[in-house]
């Protein structure tokens, strides 16, 4: 069963990698320290599919792409948060990771509620509480990038590699 991992409000990009480890270019390493000046276990017990729930201004701060691409690389399936800086959101879609604002979810979430997303459609649904919850839902041109893996991807495709 996959976990929301749930976190407040301004989450910055320190805490999501810290400075420390931006050094590498290895997504593996980043994953072995996303978020452990926040929370110890997030990165010891993360899984494949995961969530990131979160406040106001996930991912404020400093612009790096390492913030994103190490939350990716722990395996979370999405973040979704009340609001994100925008060269977050866009670093985001950048690399492929999907990112969602949504302002009521968070005051429903618990650790172990079965969500589903569906980004076409703008609908994140609750199972566990039969709740549903809107959102933009994201152009078929930035799902296509996202379901590519990011920009890279998706341009090395469109041009033929």
């Known amino acids: ?41 997030f990165s ?20 790096r792409e390492h913030a994103p691409l190490s939350i990716k690389a722990c395996g979370i399936k999405a973040v979704i948060a009340k609001s994100f800086p925008r060269i977050f959101y ?3 879609i950048n690399i492929g990771l999907v990112i969602i604002e949504n302002d009521e979810i968070q005051e429903d979430i618990e650790e172990n509620d079965v969500i589903e997303i569906n980004l076409s459609e703008g609908k994140i649904l609750n199972k566990t509480k039969n709740k549903e919850y809107s959102f933009s839902a994201f152009p078929s041109e930035i799902q ?11 341009t090395k495709q469109k041009v033929g590699k």
């Open 1 to 41: 069963m996959n976990k929301n991992w749930i976190y407040g409000d301004n989450v910055d990009t320190d805490v999501i990698i810290p400075a420390r480890y931006l050094n590498t270019k290895s997504e593996k390493e980043l994953a072995l320290h996303c978020m452990e000046d926040i929370d110890k276990s």
């Open 90 to 92: 866009r670093n985001a």
């Open 44 to 63: 010891k017990e993360v899984q494949n599919g995961d969530l990131i729930i979160a406040g106001y201004n996930f991912g404020c701060g400093s612009s």
């Open 144 to 154: 296509n990038l996202i379901n590519k893996g990011g920009l890279i991807e998706y």
